[in-house]
């Protein structure tokens, strides 16, 4: 095929991470192109609106929700991907609030594309591939992991939770001390870091 598109996982902050610090670095893909879905309701959510009120219009909770999309094309950047973002519409979508998120996603150097595929079929998507491909042919990828092999598993984690959940430090209890000391006894400390989150992610 020309084109492989795969789903990494949900979020580029769990997903992604692991699909790039984790797959990537054990089988040699390299990705040419990221797309991160998004929506405009999510967004409005991230903005502390009402969820009963989701299809009136709310420019203010679109705009307060618009930093958990950035933050994502921000953590992609970091392992020197381009980024496509592809904003699944809504039927109570507004026209204001498509024209928000898209312009900010301009002004970081991201298309948000508007796709449409649940109400067109591939018709409602060929616009979003189009830019993919565009976006491939025009610029170059080279995949940058976020850690090196020989790091400590320490370090590894440290870099995860700052770089991509943006921690202000990280705390090791004692147990988490020991195990990460038989890590190393028992010569794992080359291995990848596979980290889990809560549901807030870095939206608190």
């Known amino acids: 095929a020309d084109y492989v598109v795969t789903e990494a996982g949900f979020g580029a902050d769990l997903g992604a991470e692991k699909f790039l610090n984790i797959k990537c670095r054990k089988t040699g893909l390299e990705p040419s192109c990221a797309v991160v879905v998004a929506t405009v309701r999510a967004l409005k959510l991230h903005g502390n609106a009402d969820p009963k009120n989701l299809a009136q219009e709310d420019l203010k909770a679109v705009t ?25 519409r809504f039927p109570t979508d507004t026209e204001n609030e498509i024209s928000k998120v898209q312009e900010v996603c301009k002004e970081m150097g991201v298309n948000a594309i508007l796709a449409e595929h649940w109400k067109s079929g591939g018709k409602g998507a060929s ?78």
């Open 64 to 88: 307060e929700g618009l930093p958990n999309l950035m933050r994502h094309i921000e953590n992609l950047s970091k392992f020197g991907i381009p980024t496509v973002v592809a904003l699944n």
């Open 127 to 204: 616009k979003l591939a189009e830019i993919v491909i565009e976006t491939i042919e025009n610029n170059d990828s080279e995949l940058k992991f976020l850690y090196d092999d020989k790091d400590k598993p320490e370090l590894k984690i440290k870099k995860i939770a700052k770089e991509i959940y943006r921690a202000e430090s990280v705390n090791f209890s004692p147990t988490a001390t020991k195990k990460l000391s038989e890590i190393s006894k028992l010569g794992f400390d080359d291995f990848p870091v596979c980290m889990a989150k809560t549901q807030y992610s870095f939206s608190t």
